[in-house]
């Protein structure tokens, strides 16, 4: 039963207020403006008054404009036809292509994945990035922010990462990206090829900021209506700072006390009912989130990506242009290091790290004028290898390669006491008389 | 108190949803209510009254309820249900059973639906173990029921009040846990109480049905080395792991959870990835206990409560689990609770009371986190029973404070009621220094308070693990030096503190969890290998120049690390710690490279 009314009484941000009776938290209305049409959500109830979040916003909404609700919540199509679509932030395709309204339609944001029902994680996705792949890898069903500041190349890795990755359908969800981003992510999946077996949900920074909200639940949703079909998904999201602040400006509209710079105290469940969307089914496909959180002012501890944080499974820094192998973490990574891949993989990442640890602070020694004894200099030449044939995100080459690239790296730099490894795998890999005398 | 009071909903904001209440009509605060919604019946509960206006926070998403749904009240404050048949469970924040929704078919969670927390229909060989005549009080055995490899004992219920008479006890023999086993008879009122083997108990209240509680002076071993050994943790004490996020919190838990000498180990997941627990989940059935033999969910709990499902019931699962985990101590056995994450759990109580548009206080958390924090924790504790046996309850609590910074309010107001701190350092997980415990800033109050039973290991125990706690600070001391000074400006005496606390960190504070042997160390391995790094640590070392010191120190270094990844008492242990005794005793003689 659909119920119109066309008495606003309140208009505030991006909400309105209008008197109604039998209307349902969360329902879905429809505000029709002299400027269009704009669906709302029903995000608060008080005695006969609705307070509707207008997904449009509230620009040029008049007190006498009609509020049709739907008797529903948020939905959106979903089907096979889905598949080299492309979406706003809305649901409607924006691509010219076939009209998709025959499509049947699934609810958005719906409840959590019981967790006996989810599986340990078993599959390790290659990447040819190496200090993904070596030293935090990325394993199936895993969420996994890119921290970034203004001006890092995130979206350029995130696409190089969604275009690898071997999965059987890509969503990406843009959130306030910026008109040039999203036509180079179009073109690098067309280039790619992925094009066919991705779907993109578009908001771009000039569209309504409150459509940024659906971006994700609209993804996610897609997303886990393949994963249940048995379908291996991988979700990237770009940038989820952008739906956070958009967080903050309903809750600042809505009066709610802010627990930190702005943001609303349910940050982190607003964050977690959407990075734990990422799921290995039992029996059925897997849904893989890869997000970018942009830092404010490149602080992690910025309210965004210290909850964000908390919630995901590990976490890449890119700085400088390449990944930072310090914080820089996956932790599900355990899961396939030694067990998918190579035996030797978990020790090689751990000695490494920890030598290129060493090098840095040697590095800084330095810095402050002090004498260079020969260790050293051997630690000093390490970080330049490091840095070479590892940080670089250029260089592109498989796992394997990869880690016999860090046994060699290891021997031409140090003797194997020094390197805190087990004996068995020194003797099985150590490759002998290659100490470089400097 | 008759039938039941009813509302209607007046006002919806998130989970939090406003009704009002019949006139007249009597109203507990913590009672749990019923919404109507969509069909379903969704829980609720009351968390402030003004006037007739009852707010309540609703455990399930509030999507299509409306003003006007009817609310009914249950005259019931939010309850566990304790008995036979907890262990081995994996319940939600309300204590569904989340494998029984499973059979549901579904892979996502329906709201409005609640099970029983216990098999109503499994039958429990029950054995009793007083007369009829017999005159009891709440929390002193009946008789008792196997339950795995323990006892589990049937108390009188906790709930109950004053002496009573057993009237009446059943024989031995099967029964369900709803049938009755006893009746008892107030010796007061001459009021009569059915007894079955389960009962309820309101999570929100401390269970006291105990003697007295005792000072903890024993201590509740881990396995794991740091803290065994610097910053012990005594049974029925409580102790905190503040870190930012990728320091190591959760796997040192989940370690704790496995190797911890523990009765029962429940495991409260409290607002996390729900990736986490499933890992506990999937692989515990098939773990080994080390002490029994059996399968280590036999021994386990799980509350279950990740970050996408609802809030209130966030809130919920803490007490659920702590509530759980007081009865099994009443039943005289050594239980340890394992809460990731209590920040969590706080910010659940900051968005309720953001919700009742309550003052806020520091970071917008309530002003009464303080004390909602010190209630928790002081449930614990080690207590005296009234046959005389002790039971305990240990906590261990996870914190997640923002930006890693301990300054904040969660963590601030858990550090004054625990009596341990396991402070994570980004520094040493950078490092991959696990478990990144800093040694610096942590501490335990049970090292000293359990000084006498810690002794039995070695005379002045105590005294060396704090030589050793000063040769870190010691050996961090010449380190900042050598960051300034370089190590040309250092003499060669610091120099071998430094290489001797570097020894110290590498083989005795850090410990590969994901190493066979290296995971859980033994008590008697921590007091061989201890005892052996003392002797490194006593020997006066004397070099002709620190390049030699260097080279002789990381031979002795790569030896100790060796034998740390070596079965004890092995062969190669046994080859190892030769070669270290050797090189103590005839250090300077030759050197072994």
């Known amino acids: 039963m659909l119920t119109e009314h066309s008495h606003i009484i309140r208009i505030q941000g991006d909400i309105i207020t209008v008197p109604a009776r039998n209307i349902g938290y969360g329902e879905l209305a429809q505000v029709k403006s002299r400027y269009g049409v704009s669906l709302a959500q029903v995000i608060r109830l008080k005695g006969h008054d609705v307070f509707l979040q207008v997904f449009a916003g509230s620009r040029g909404v008049s007190t006498g404009d009609q509020v049709r609700f739907l008797g529903r919540p948020m939905r959106v199509a979903f089907g096979d036809a889905l598949l080299g679509r492309i979406f706003n932030g809305s649901g409607e395709p924006i691509d010219n292509g076939p009209d998709l309204t025959a499509l049947p339609k699934i609810e958005i944001g719906g409840p959590s994945v019981n967790p006996v029902r989810r599986v340990i994680p078993r599959g390790f996705i290659e990447t040819r990035v190496p200090m993904v792949d070596v030293f935090n890898p990325l394993v199936e069903s895993q969420k996994l922010p890119i921290f970034a500041a203004a001006g890092e190349p995130y979206n350029d890795l995130l696409a190089r990462i969604g275009m690898r990755a071997d999965a059987d359908v890509v969503i990406l969800g843009g959130i306030g990206l910026k008109y040039d981003e999203y036509l180079k992510f179009r073109h690098a999946f067309e280039e790619a090829g992925v094009i066919s077996r991705s779907i993109m949900f578009v908001h771009t920074a000039s569209d309504p900021v409150v459509e940024r909200l659906l971006v994700p639940d609209m993804a996610l949703a897609v997303a886990e209506q393949f994963g249940v079909r048995g379908k291996r998904v991988l979700v990237l999201l770009t940038d989820m700072t952008a739906f956070a602040d958009a967080l903050k400006e309903i809750a600042i509209s809505m009066d709610q006390v802010p627990s930190n710079l702005g943001y609303p105290g349910s940050l982190y469940s607003d964050l977690a009912s959407r990075y734990e969307k990422a799921v290995d089914f039992e029996g059925a496909g897997s849904i893989t989130v890869l997000a970018v959180t942009s830092m404010p002012g490149d602080d992690v501890t910025h309210p965004v990506p210290d909850n964000t944080g908390y919630i995901t499974e590990g976490q890449f820094y890119l700085r400088k242009g390449v990944i930072e192998p310090f914080g820089s973490l996956s932790r599900l990574k355990q899961l396939v290091i030694g067990k998918v891949t190579r035996a030797d993989h978990g020790v090689i990442m751990n000695s490494m790290i920890r030598l290129f640890a060493k090098s840095r602070e040697v590095e800084q020694k330095l810095a402050m004028g002090f004498d260079r004894t020969e260790d050293d200099e051997r630690y000093i030449r390490y970080g330049k290898l490091f840095y070479e044939r590892f940080m670089d995100l250029n260089v592109d080459i498989g796992l394997n390669d990869a880690l016999d690239l860090g046994w060699k790296t290891l021997s031409e730099c140090f003797r194997p006491e020094e390197v805190g490894i087990k004996q068995e795998f020194i003797d099985q890999h150590w490759t002998k008389d290659k100490l470089c005398e400097i | ?593």
């Open chain 2, 1 to 593: 108190m008759g039938d039941l009071s009813k509302g209607r909903i007046i006002a919806i904001n998130g989970p939090l949803a406003t009704c009002e209440v019949d006139q007249g009509r009597e109203v507990l605060q913590n009672e749990v209510a019923y919404v109507t919604c969509q069909g379903a019946s969704l829980k609720a509960e009351v968390i402030r009254v003004r006037g007739r206006q009852i707010d309540m926070q609703v455990f399930e998403s509030t999507t299509g309820m409306i003003v006007g749904n009817e609310v009914t009240f249950s005259g019931e404050l939010l309850s566990a249900t304790l008995g036979p048949g907890i262990l081995g469970m994996i319940y939600d924040g309300l204590q569904n059973p989340l494998t029984h929704l499973e059979n549901e078919q579904s892979f996502f969670l329906k709201r409005g639906q609640y099970l029983n927390s216990l098999d109503e229909e499994r039958q429990w060989d029950f054995t009793p173990s007083v007369a009829a005549g017999a005159v009891v009080k709440a929390g002193q055995y009946l008789g008792s029921v196997p339950e795995g490899l323990f006892k589990h004992h049937t108390i009188v219920p906790l709930a109950l009040r004053g002496t009573w008479e057993v009237i009446e006890i059943m024989p031995a023999g099967p029964y369900r846990v709803s049938e009755t086993i006893a009746v008892l008879k107030s010796t007061d009122e001459g009021r009569e109480a059915r007894v079955t083997l389960k009962q309820e108990w309101p999570v929100k209240m401390p269970v006291r049905a105990y003697q007295e509680r005792l000072l903890p002076n024993r201590q509740m071993l881990t396995q794991c080395r740091l803290i065994d050994i610097f910053f012990p943790l005594a049974e029925g004490g409580t102790a905190c792991i503040p870190g930012p996020f990728g320091a190591g919190k959760t796997v040192l838990q989940q370690i704790i959870s496995r190797y911890a000498e523990a009765d029962v180990v429940i495991i409260v997941a409290c607002g996390e990835r729900a990736g986490e627990v499933v890992e506990t989940i999937r692989e515990f059935p098939e773990l080994e206990d080390p002490k029994t033999g059996g399968s280590l969910m036999n021994r386990t709990v799980i509350i279950c409560n990740t970050s996408s499902m609802p809030v209130a019931a966030r809130e919920a699962s803490i007490y659920t689990g702590i509530t759980i985990g007081e009865y099994y101590r009443s039943l005289g056995l050594k239980v340890l609770l394992l809460a990731d994450s209590t920040s969590r759990w706080a910010q659940a109580l900051r968005e309720s009371s953001a919700r009742l548009e309550e003052i806020p206080g520091e970071e917008a958390f309530p002003a009464y986190l303080e004390s909602r924090i010190a209630a928790v924790y002081e449930r614990a504790g080690l207590v005296q029973l009234s046959d005389g046996a002790t039971g305990s309850l240990t906590v261990i609590g996870n914190v997640s404070p923002a930006g890693g910074n301990f300054e904040e309010p969660v963590t601030q107001n858990t550090l004054k009621v625990v009596g341990a701190f396991y402070g994570l350092s980004r520094s040493r997980s950078d490092q991959r220094r696990y478990p990144a415990i800093d040694p610096l800033i942590s501490w335990s109050l049970y090292l000293r308070q359990m000084k006498e039973s810690l002794a039995a290991r070695c005379d002045g125990w105590v005294k060396l693990v704090e030589e050793v706690h000063g040769l870190l600070y010691a050996g961090s001391d010449v380190h900042q030096m050598m960051l300034v000074v370089g190590e040309e400006g250092i003499g060669l005496d610091d120099l071998i503190t430094y290489l001797k606390s570097e020894i110290v960190d590498a083989v005795c504070l850090q410990q590969d969890s994901f190493d066979v042997v290296d995971r859980a160390t033994s008590l008697e391995r921590q007091v061989a290998d201890f005892l052996l790094l003392m002797d490194m640590v006593h020997h006066p070392f004397t070099f002709e120049n620190k390049e030699k010191a260097r080279l002789e120190m990381t031979a002795l270094h790569n030896r100790f690390f060796q034998m740390k990844y070596c079965p004890f008492k092995g062969e190669s242990y046994l080859k190892y710690r030769g070669e270290i005794e050797s090189m103590i005793a005839g250090q300077g003689a030759e050197s072994p490279c």
